[in-house]
């Protein structure tokens, strides 16, 4: 037992240590992880989450409990291994937990079509040794059977749910657990380009992650804007298609910015803003000390939220919406001490709509 033990601490080790080997097969799933917040995940290199981090009091202890998910396996970051080795999810009030394969070098991966197949490195010869082919990766095994990796299940280890020390639940993502829309459909869609030089394919799962922080642009796709004309002025229409909040972050917020240009006037209209604070003793405060909600008017799952206007409009009027967001809410970011990291701090557009009024 302890041999085997042994081979797997060291095997978490090579792989952890080195995914550069993972470079070899997979370049271009190598190259966009490098800028992935998957990548940056630990107080190291998440800027946001380093601000967090060294305001929580158990900063002063060095007892990192954020560890589970931002740094798993004593390293730097998520990884390759990290995501690739779960073999499970164990379900707890609080938080899950990643249940991890203990057999060394064996990964977990989803792939349309070899649903039912589990892959160790062989080669192939035809023609009397004249062609040669090969089936799996020289590196590790491959499991294709793993349904979680399927229907964005794997995830739930982390993304779930969050709750502090007073039992409270400072952050939620429902997954739709469904193979046509999950989070691996929406945050890893495919894009073009081989997944491994070994066997060529035209496409693969991006592994860039899109979210807030990086290639947000993929996530449009999930939200409408539309317009109507009301009897007593105009509203704007903001439907979520997503299977969670719009934004699920309690830091992050969601902002409206319509605009009415009249001739050559123009006019910023009333501003609708979009969050969800945490808050103690009815006051804002800190994920780790809250235990209840003071405001939360996120637009929900699925939801289309009618913003209604009372400006009447005139022919020849163009109206103007903007749906962006914060990645951290600007009455945070001076108690964050973030107020000098512009990429954080700035308003991002997602959406836009623009109409001209003819009648």
Not at 172 to 198: D, L, Y
Not at 269 to 292: E, Q, R, Y
Request: aromatic fraction near 8%; proline fraction near 4%.
């Amino acid at each position: 037992m302890k041999s085997i033990i042994f081979v797997y601490i060291l095997t978490i080790t090579l792989f952890a240590n080195n995914t550069k080997l993972c470079k070899t097969c997979h370049p271009i799933i190598y190259s966009e992880f490098q800028n992935s917040i998957h990548k940056k995940s630990s107080p190291k290199l998440d800027k946001v989450h380093n601000a967090v981090w060294s305001l929580h009091p158990l900063k002063k202890k060095d007892d990192y409990k954020c560890a589970k998910c931002h740094t798993p396996n004593g390293e730097e970051n998520v990884n390759c291994f990290s995501c690739h080795t779960i073999k499970n999810i164990e379900k707890h009030q609080k938080t899950n937990t990643n249940i991890y394969e203990k057999k060394p070098k064996l990964f977990y991966s989803a792939q349309k079509g070899s649903e039912d197949k589990k892959l160790t490195y062989k080669k192939t010869s035809k023609f009397f040794g004249l062609i040669e082919d090969s089936e799996g990766s020289p590196y590790h095994d491959i499991d294709y059977t793993n349904k979680i990796f399927y229907d964005g299940s794997v995830c739930m280890g982390c993304h779930s749910h969050k709750q502090n020390s007073h039992k409270f639940t400072v952050c939620k993502t429902a997954s739709s657990n469904e193979k046509k829309q999950n989070c691996i459909t929406c945050h890893m869609p495919k894009v073009k380009g081989s997944a491994t030089t070994i066997r060529q394919s035209a496409t693969h799962a991006f592994h860039g992650f899109s979210g807030v922080i990086n290639h947000h642009d993929k996530l449009k796709k999930y939200i409408e804007l539309s317009y109507k004309k009301e009897a007593d002025g105009f509203s704007i229409t903001i439907k979520n298609k997503a299977p969670h909040d719009l934004l699920t972050h309690p830091l992050r917020v969601v902002k409206l910015i319509t605009k009415l240009k009249r001739g050559t006037t123009t006019t910023e209209l009333k501003t609708h803003t979009f969050v969800k604070i945490l808050g103690k003793d009815n006051k804002p405060s800190m994920p780790w000390m809250a235990d209840m909600i003071l405001k939360n008017n996120m637009i929900k799952a699925k939801e289309s939220r009618v913003i209604k206007f009372t400006q009447k409009l005139q022919k020849g009027d163009e109206i103007e919406a903007t749906l962006g967001f914060f990645v951290v809410n600007p009455k945070a970011v001076k108690k964050l001490k973030l107020e000098n990291e512009k990429e954080l701090t700035k308003f991002t557009p997602l959406k836009r709509l623009h109409i001209n009024i003819s009648e």
